[in-house]
């Protein structure tokens, strides 16, 4: 037994492991500054070369086990610390690294700096240290405060489509821990605007999607109300001592309802001061409450004027 539970916990752990590796896989490198000498600060007021890292899958990604580096020899120059909750970036979000030679200034200081005038390679690593998740050469021809940023979040070009292009905040901005590509409205809604100008699709979809919920708990409360029926039919079976399926089906007891449960409880307090002696009981007393005064509002008002 012992060794089943082992070879489960490995199991287990190995599919963890496993699947937090897939996830890993889609971190992105997506927007770096090269030479930041009017751009965004970190948290200590500095302007230092920073780069953004992206989570292109659809879930919580842990990154602590991954490494930066900007040297191929090196590939674990700078390994993301563990414990720091940060750290787990959400699904379709960013996350900031700046490339300060300082990682004793916190999780997202890095131990490499960025060389400006200078093709500069970055590349990310996962948890093993030699399968490379994502990697780009930053061109030394960018100028100070531009930034190479993917066109879309985390998304190769497509049909030949640049993927990566160069942003200088006044053609195109500059969006660290943002957005690269800033969708201001959505393309399907639109479309359903203009087919619908006067909302009767809209208005039939939603009056269609209540009535529709409305039928699923009809059917369910029913579906319930049968099965409540037949166990109770079947309880008061077994109080003659038998059960339904040895019964004859016209000698089967009916579902008494609620109102004639609460009847027959009344009409047996009322003359009998009991009840019987079925599955179901229910029992009703007379609580008689006691006065207190610690209870009574009077002595918790003022009288004013004092007499």
Request: net charge neutral.
């Amino acid at each position: 037994m012992k060794k089943k539970l082992t070879l489960l916990l490995v199991a287990v752990v190995a599919c963890v492991s496993i699947a937090s590796a897939q996830g890993r896989r889609g971190l992105r490198i997506n927007e770096v500054m090269v030479q930041n000498d009017s751009n965004y600060v970190d948290d200590y007021g500095n302007r230092s070369a920073w780069v953004e890292l992206f989570n292109s899958t659809f879930a919580p990604l842990e990154i602590s086990s991954v490494y930066i580096t900007n040297d191929k020899s090196n590939p674990k120059k700078y390994p993301v610390p563990l414990g720091d909750v940060n750290t787990e970036v959400p699904a379709r979000q960013h996350v900031l690294f700046w490339a300060d030679n300082a990682p004793t200034k916190g999780t997202f200081h890095m131990s490499f700096t960025l060389t400006p005038g200078e093709d500069n390679w970055i590349g990310v690593y996962d948890a093993d240290g030699r399968t490379l998740i994502d990697e780009i050469v930053v061109p030394g021809s960018l100028l100070p405060n531009q930034s190479y940023a993917r066109v879309a979040d985390g998304e190769d070009g497509k049909d030949g489509a640049p993927t990566w292009e160069v942003r200088d905040n006044v053609t195109k901005p500059i969006t660290p821990s943002s957005n690269n590509h800033i969708r201001s409205t959505n393309s399907k809604v639109d479309t359903f605007a203009e087919q619908d100008e006067n909302g009767f699709a809209m208005t039939i979809m939603a009056m269609g999607i209540v009535f529709s919920a409305l039928l699923m708990l009809s059917v369910c409360f029913y579906i319930i109300s049968k099965i409540g029926a037949k166990m109770l039919r079947s309880n008061k079976a077994k109080s003659h001592g038998t059960t339904l399926k040895e019964m004859p089906k016209e000698e089967r007891p009916l579902h008494d309802t609620g109102e004639e449960i609460a009847a027959i409880v009344m009409a047996l307090h009322e003359h009998l001061n009991t009840h019987d002696s079925e599955n179901t009981i229910l029992t009703i007393n007379k609580v008689k409450r006691a006065y207190s005064p610690w209870s009574s509002k009077i002595y918790g008002l003022r009288e004013l004027p004092r007499r």
